[in-house]
């Protein structure tokens, strides 16, 4: 049971696609051995993928070397065709031959075309060897890449970056496959800088030891740790010191690095002075340093740079790391203090000439879209007596897109919004108009917390529906994996400051506000689509993303999600609020029960609706005729006013519960009572009443979307 | 051993590219923003024919100015170009062989490939590749190019480009690059890069940002514009005629379509300063992009052309 190892070896892979290519290659060499019988039992746990800068590897240990042979039976002429007064034809002799088996030992089977002759015959499996040096080329051509490239002269293949080798070994044996003009040996290469020879791979097994010794591991995980560790022990340097932790940072550079190493840099104290967010910021995002906090947990003047080689003997590499980080922060000072001597004021006119989208002219032009927005959502929430200042958000609205103008801004982009609010505290602006300004890009991720004051909140709604409005109107709405604006996160942060800030504004209000600026924008004229289709578009797209918060966020079932926004998909809050009702009772034998009579009615609705007939939308109490549709009349109007009443005061458990003790009357109308009954004038009352409790207990869930079969819930 | 002054740094990467078989160029004499747009990198990817070169190349970015104050950004900085077409497979090996030949020591330094793809839309051209990081600093830029003037290359060319400045700055371990040393003349004494170009630095930035006639900035583009434009379609007049007319090859091979580029070259600089004047309206400025680029995307299509023709003549 040989091992096989297979190495491809590149120019530097983006850091950002390591990880997912080694889990494909990875999965791809497994199915490949499972679909070529090469494996032997419990194949994944023998399987390991490597991942560096420079290469991806798979190493499966103990795989077969030669497939199994099998037989198989093929199927020949018909039997009538095949003999002729018991003898052969020559039919049956081309059939043999074909098979490769003697006359003699045809066999006959039947099946539910008749009678045919047939051949049993072991087909000899083939050796592992010319199964992969065949199959692995296809596999490595088919890897997905977010962005690949052309190297060679007639552009025969893509891949992410020059393929420069490959090793190939069923244990010390060299497979001859060969993939983008290289050819497969034993030979990889070690270290760029720390190793010279290229490496041979003396087994497959040995690949990992072997190409330690030549500086690289290998193993992501293994660099890891090795990484943690190492941050650990530089920071252990400074008393006190903790890095901060960064997920994403480390991630990012376990896979710039075959060989890593940590240093701790310092800079100079003046630095601190400025904001910690643009500290951080030039360090993490611009040079992948992590920071460091002291002791009281504030930001110390040290960073720790993730190093490619085994160490900074002379000191070099901190002693350039650290003048880069000082050129850097100079930078930022500079542009810190040059954009003072423009305050935000004065830079709101600056606005026009900086570009929001080219169809959709300025950020000027958006600034004054989102302060009428902003203006007409305050009125909106004053009225339901919010207490929010408007004097307050109107201020963050203008100013919200000025740091744009920056130096800092236009340096450090992340910063944009961040930047703005420290200004406008720096000029002194009331901290809410700062705060606010602040924290208007956000949430920009799922764990990114929503604007802390609800001027912020409201700046940001505002800010958000104009630009998937403005999208919209020019037709750039998302599509598949296509959202250039980021439009979902968009709408999925729309959705989230609602919830998050319990606002009571509806996301059609919200919209029309959007769309309603775009209207009366004269200039934007003859390059919007019709503002009503955009409107349905939007609802569209919003009600995805609700539903998707509601799902993936909240974790409702799917069906209480469905059964919820069925009724309404307008007011998040209440959204919520419904689908928290409908949690609580929906596993109760009455709710059940009313769910599928609920079933019923739509389906008996629609079956009457498509058989052409027809119905009041009110039913007649002096036509109920049998007792039962008389006992569920009765009960259906009182109900109907209490849930009017309970609804109203968002009683919405006790709403449902209210609908469910229907359940017994339900089932005996359905029990006694035929429905399509041959009079006119009987059934479309019947119709009627069931149509009138469809329309009047459905608003707080569509009943009939919560799945009652046990084996369709999850 | 002493670091090497600015301009050893640049006799060294020269005297290194040289060594390997570039012809050696001389900076083109037409502002550009970048070593990219000079004609030798931006027409001579195009097509079937090998070509290796370096050259120095001035880059002026008149919106990057900083009147001299800043002590690491420049209106005008000096990048030192290498194409290489088609790349040897040992190319990354050789970048890093050009970096010990101006006296870094790989084994003590920290070296880098971080993902880097470089795109520019007015010129219709992108490509795939990294910044290469040598202690946490950037001081190359290489790409495999892709496209160029909307066109498909192959074969696929190399282009590394060396930020001198920096690359000097770090070897000297000064912190402005108006310390840099330059030289030092026959007594010993230092000339400093703020010698030879504070003053340039000084006054054009006033004069980009303050200066520059708008209007006429304006005038001047839309002539430039206006020949540009009437050569290339000069250009598909003449393919047209010896098609028809069976006119001599000739006619087609001489004709400019190098003029037609310097001519482009002038719109882009021109816009730039329009840009750091801030003339540039939201509405105008995607607009003038894309003239700019249509004007690009027709010389590299007329020079492409020519080029086959040359290549089936030199081959029948």
């Known amino acids: 049971m040989p091992d096989l190892l297979i190495e491809i070896g590149c120019e530097e892979i983006p850091a950002r696609m390591i990880e997912a290519a080694r889990e494909e290659f990875g999965k791809r060499v497994t199915d490949l051995l499972q679909r070529e019988r090469l494996t032997v039992q419990r194949a994944e746990a023998a399987i390991a993928s490597f991942s560096t800068p420079r290469r991806l590897a798979v190493l499966a240990r103990h795989v077969s070397s030669q497939q199994p042979n099998v037989e198989e039976q093929l199927i020949g002429p018909a039997t009538k065709v095949a003999f002729k007064d018991g003898n052969p034809t020559p039919a049956a002799e081309a059939f043999a031959r074909k098979a490769g088996i003697d006359i003699a030992k045809l066999e006959k089977i039947t099946n539910p075309k008749g009678e045919y002759i047939a051949a049993t015959v072991v087909r000899k499996g083939r050796s592992a060897a010319e199964i992969l040096a065949e199959a692995l080329p296809k596999e490595l051509n088919a890897l997905y890449w ?35 003009g290289v050819k497969a040996g034993n030979r990889s290469r070690g270290h760029r800088v720390l190793t010279s020879a290229p490496v041979t791979i003396s087994g497959a097994n040995e690949y990992v030891e072997e190409l330690k010794a030549s500086k690289v591991v290998a193993d992501p995980a293994e660099r890891l740790a090795q990484i943690r560790k190492a941050l650990d022990a530089e920071t252990r340097k400074v008393s006190g010191a903790r890095w901060r932790e960064d997920a994403e940072l480390l991630n990012t550079v376990v896979n710039l690095t ?53 160490g900074d003997r002379d000191g070099m590499i901190r002693h350039g790391n650290e003048r880069v980080l000082r050129a850097r922060f100079n930078d930022a000072q500079f542009f810190w203090q040059a954009d003072q001597k423009i305050p935000l004021m004065e830079r709101v006119e600056m606005l026009r000439s900086v570009t929001f989208q080219k169809d959709l002219g300025s950020y000027w032009s958006k600034t004054e879209r989102i302060r009428a927005a902003v203006s007409s959502l305050i009125e ?42 420290l200004y406008a505290k720096a000029q002194s602006h009331p901290e809410g108009v700062a705060d606010a300004i602040y924290d208007h890009y956000r949430p920009e991720s799922t764990e990114d917390p929503v604007p802390r004051s609800l001027e912020g909140a409201i700046v940001s709604l505002a800010d958000k529906a104009d630009s998937i409005a403005g999208m919209f109107a020019l037709g750039l709405q998302p599509s598949g994996s296509k959202d250039p604006f980021a439009l979902r996160r968009q709408a999925n942060g729309i959705v989230r400051i609602l919830a998050e800030h319990n606002l009571s504004l509806s996301l059609e209000q919200i919209f029309s506000v959007a769309l309603e600026q775009y209207r009366v924008a004269t200039e934007l004229q003859g390059k919007l689509r019709d503002l009503k289709e955009t409107y349905t578009a939007i609802a569209q797209f919003l009600r995805e993303r609700l539903e998707f918060y509601l799902r993936d966020v909240r974790r409702f079932a799917y069906d209480v999600v469905n059964a919820v926004l069925s009724a309404d998909a307008n007011y998040v809050v209440d959204a919520i609020h419904r689908a928290e009702a409908v949690s609580a009772v929906r596993l109760t034998d009455d709710f059940i029960a009313i769910s599928t009579a609920f079933k019923r009615i739509k389906n008996i609705l629609r079956q009457a609706r498509e058989g052409g007939k027809k119905w009041p939308d009110e039913f007649k109490t002096d036509h109920l005729l049998e007792p039962a549709e008389q006992a569920l009349g009765a009960r259906v109007t009182e109900t109907r006013d209490r849930v009017l009443s309970l609804r109203k005061g968002r009683h919405y458990q006790e709403t449902l519960n209210h609908i469910a003790q229907l359940r017994p009357v339900v089932d005996t109308f359905f029990d006694k009572v035929m429905v399509m009954a041959e009079d006119d004038k009987l059934r479309s009352n019947r119709l009627a009443l069931l149509a009138t409790m469809q329309r009047s207990f459905s608003e707080i869930a569509d009943f009939s979307e919560i799945v009652t079969e046990k084996s369709a819930g999850s | 051993m002493s670091p090497p002054t600015f301009q050893e740094l640049i006799l060294k990467l020269q005297a290194f590219w040289a060594d390997y078989g570039c012809v050696l160029q001389q900076p083109y004499d037409i502002e550009v923003g970048a070593g990219t747009m000079a004609p030798e990198t931006f027409l001579r990817v195009l097509g079937p024919k090998p070509y290796r070169t370096a050259y120095l190349q001035p880059s002026r970015r008149p919106a990057d100015g900083r009147y001299g104050e800043n002590p690491n950004r420049l209106y005008k900085h000096l990048q030192l170009q290498v194409i290489l077409k088609p790349p040897p497979n040992d190319v990354q090996e050789l970048y890093l062989r050009s970096l010990q030949a101006i006296g870094i020591d790989l084994r003590k330094h920290d070296i880098k490939f971080e993902e880097d793809n470089w795109e520019s839309p007015t010129l219709g051209a992108w490509g795939i590749g990294w910044q290469v990081m040598l202690d946490g600093l950037e001081i190359t830029q290489f790409t495999y190019f892709q496209q160029c003037g909307g066109i498909d290359l192959d074969p696929i060319s190399a282009e590394l480009t060396y930020g001198l400045e920096r690359l000097a700055a770090f070897l000297q371990d000064v912190d402005s690059i108006y310390d840099i040393v330059w030289t030092r003349g026959a007594d010993g004494k230092t000339v400093t890069y703020g010698d030879v170009r504070l003053a340039e630095e000084l006054q054009f930035s006033v004069y980009n ?27 598909a007049a003449v393919k047209k005629k010896t098609a028809e007319e069976g006119a001599a090859v000739e006619e087609v091979r001489r004709y400019p379509a190098l003029g037609a580029f310097d001519l482009c070259l002038k719109c882009s600089h021109l816009f730039n300063i329009l840009d750091a004047r801030g003339a540039i309206s939201v509405t105008e400025r995607v607009g003038v992009i894309a003239r700019i680029r ?23």
Not at chain 1, 278 to 298: E, I
Not at chain 2, 211 to 231: G, I, T
């Open chain 1, 146 to 180: 977010a962005k690949n490239m052309y190297w060679r002269a007639g552009k025969p293949e893509r891949f992410v970056r020059p393929v420069r080798w490959i090793v190939a070994l069923l244990d010390d044996e060299s497979l001859p496959l060969e993939y983008a």
């Open chain 1, 258 to 310: 075959e060989f890593p190493g940590v240093i701790l840099g310092s800079f100079d104290r003046a630095f601190l002075s400025l904001p910690e967010e643009v500290l951080v910021t030039v360090m993490r995002d611009h040079q992948k340093y992590f920071a460091v906090d002291d002791a009281s947990g504030k930001l110390a003047p040290h960073f720790l740079a993730i190093l490619n080689t085994d």
């Open chain 1, 380 to 421: 909106a929430l004053v009225k339901r007596e919010v207490s929010i200042s408007k004097e307050t958000a109107d201020k963050a609205a203008l100013l919200a897109k000025t740091d744009l103008t920056t130096e800092l801004v236009k340096e450090f982009t992340e910063l944009q919004g961040i930047v703005g609010g």
């Open chain 2, 294 to 316: 249509a004007l690009a995307v027709g010389v590299a299509k007329a020079y492409l052309d020519q080029q086959q023709i040359s290549f089936r003549e030199a081959a029948a």
């Open chain 2, 209 to 235: 940002f303050e200066f520059a006639d708008v209007q006429k900035a304006w005038q001047h583009l839309q002539l430039y514009e206006s020949e540009c434009k009437a050569l290339i379609d000069g250009y």
